[in-house]
Nanobody, 126 residues
Framework: QVQLVESGGGLVQAGGSLRLSCAASGGTFSDLVMAWFLQTPGKEREFVAAISRAGRAAYYGDTVKGRFRISRENAKNTMFLEMNNLEPEDTAIYYC???????????????????WGQGTTVTVAS
């Protein structure tokens, strides 16, 4: 059973930056396709970014493309989301997600991911 713990959320001014981390345990990290999703009150979870097992391929949601960067350090069992030029609309709870996938397929849908963290809150003040 894989456990995921997010950290790094907080309050930041518009235009600022944050770096989220997702620490994984209980599995082989390099077997996991990893992703970030966000959720705001009353809405479904929304895809932010995903990364293949070795980190060679990364995918982004349209609203964050060019501002956010996903990465991972398999030796440290950790994934990151570098968030730049933050906007008030980025305010949300950010969730880390993972799935063990032999084919290294990356998808943007919540149903694809088996493991989820508890989330970290990002608040961007205008």
């Amino acid at each position: 059973q894989v456990q995921l713990v997010e950290s790094g959320g907080g309050l930041v001014q518009a235009g600022g930056s944050l770096r989220l981390s997702c620490a994984a345990s209980g599995g082989t990290f390099s077997d996991l396709v990893m992703a970030w999703f966000l959720q705001t009150p009353g809405k479904e979870r929304e895809f932010v970014a995903a990364i293949s097992r070795a980190g060679r391929a990364a995918y982004y949601g349209d609203t964050v493309k060019g501002r956010f960067r996903i990465s991972r350090e398999n030796a440290k069992n950790t994934m990151f989301l570098e968030m730049n030029n933050l906007e008030p609309e980025d305010t949300a709870i950010y969730y880390c997600a993972a799935v063990s996938n032999d084919d290294d397929v990356v998808r943007r849908r919540t149903w694809f991911y088996d493991y989820w963290g508890q989330g970290t809150t990002v608040t961007v003040a205008s």
